[in-house]
């Protein structure tokens, strides 16, 4: 998800100081944000896209999933980061946000290495080999799912893999203690037990809406 940096000349100052978005994934944001206004926002922003393209670069990966594609930008910049013969396993309920994804990674040049499920993400997680081989995972779906999730990847996820998490910092309500709301309970008993899981090394970064970065041990 994308979160606007309240200074605009900073959020400028960050998009400018990535390596730039090509054409197709100019256009990708721009026909998300016309024909999907209410939604757009759920979509990485090109700075969170970029950091998941050198995680992927950085950890070698050939086995890849992400739990939420939406119209596919984060799964472009996951794609585009594989080591040869690598391949992403995409996971989305929306057959509608997803036909988007569809026509822009033919345009990217990344459809051969994406296998796209849909259904509920649990679902289709827990249907994988009960094997460590998974190398980088992303999680960007229902928050409220995020504790599932996070336990069926990490049970896949070889020494060294990656999990990276999205908007663990909820707007900032995960340290208002009035923040109630379902999800925002959820993603703060997460963090807890992350930052406190013997099983991993983390960091919270304070990219956009807060991503959570964990290297299985
Ligand atoms: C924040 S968007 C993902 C944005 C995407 N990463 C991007 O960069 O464009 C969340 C996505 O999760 C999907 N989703 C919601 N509940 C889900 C579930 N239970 N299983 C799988 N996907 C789900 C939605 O359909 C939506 O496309």
Redesign the pocket.
């Known amino acids: ?1 994308s979160i606007d940096i309240v200074n605009p000349a900073l959020n400028d100052y960050l998009l400018d100081h990535a390596t730039p978005a090509d054409d197709v994934l100019r256009e990708l944001a721009e026909e ?1 944000h016309r024909v999907l206004p209410r939604n757009a926002g ?3 922003s090109h700075d969170e ?1 970029t950091f998941l393209t050198l995680l992927v670069k950085m950890t070698g990966t050939l086995h890849a999933v ?10 472009i910049c996951i794609a585009r980061g594989l080591a040869p013969g690598g391949r992403l396993l995409a ?4 057959e509608e ?2 036909g988007t994804a569809r026509r822009y990674w033919e345009r990217a040049g990344v459809a051969d290495r994406i296998d796209l499920r849909i ?4 679902e ?1 997680l827990r249907a994988l080999p009960r094997e460590e081989y998974l190398d980088f995972a ?1 999680i ?3 928050k409220t ?1 995020y504790p599932v999730y996070y336990e069926e990847l990490l049970s896949r996820l070889r020494p060294g893999g990656v999990i990276v998490l ?2 663990v910092l909820r707007g900032g309500r995960v340290v208002d203690p009035a923040a109630r709301d379902e999800a925002d309970v959820v993603i703060r008993g997460l963090n807890d037990a992350i930052a406190a899981d013997e099983r991993v090394e983390s960091v919270l970064l304070p990219l956009r809406d807060g991503v959570t970065v964990v290297r299985k041990r």
Request: negative net charge; proline residues 3%.
């Open positions: 998800m998300t759920m979509q990485v896209g992400e739990v939420g594609t939406f119209t596919g930008y984060s799964s996971c989305d309920v929306s946000w997803t259904a509920p993400a649990a289709t992303f960007d779906a229902d799912g999205d908007n």
